[in-house]
Structures are given as structure tokens and as C-alpha cells.
């Protein structure tokens, strides 16, 4: 959980970065994760997802989350 009290709809800034196997994520300004990470492949899907929840009992295919981008950079 990178914000605990996050409010749904509450604009964040979230930098995603992969580069020379490691991942670093910045939140609000702040980095949050830096690791290495050893698969050959991954990728980025960004957009609307399926809801899931872990406490709810797990996917729910007929709900969606939505994410509003305002900058993507590749």
C-alpha cells in the first residue's frame, strides 16, 4: 500500500521507471519502491481495470476502476 489514506478521486502523481532491470516508483515526489527485478520481459498496462478486491472475494468482471492520465511518456 503506497498511501494508506488515499481518497478516490484525489489527484497523485505517480512516476513509474524501468531501466537496466530495476523498477523505481516515485509518489507525489517521493521514491517509494527501487528494486531489481530478474524476468526478461514485463509490461505496462495503463487505462481502466476489472475491480478487484482481496477483502471483497477477489475480481469482479462486470466492474471496472478507471485511471484518468494526464501525461504518459514512453
Known sequence: V???NYKLGQPINLVVTTANRRLTIDYNGKRVIDTRYTIDAASFKAGAYARFSVKDGGLRPNE????????LAI
Open 2 to 4: 503506497i498511501e494508506p
Open 64 to 71: 471496472v476502476c478507471t485511471l484518468v492520465i494526464s501525461r
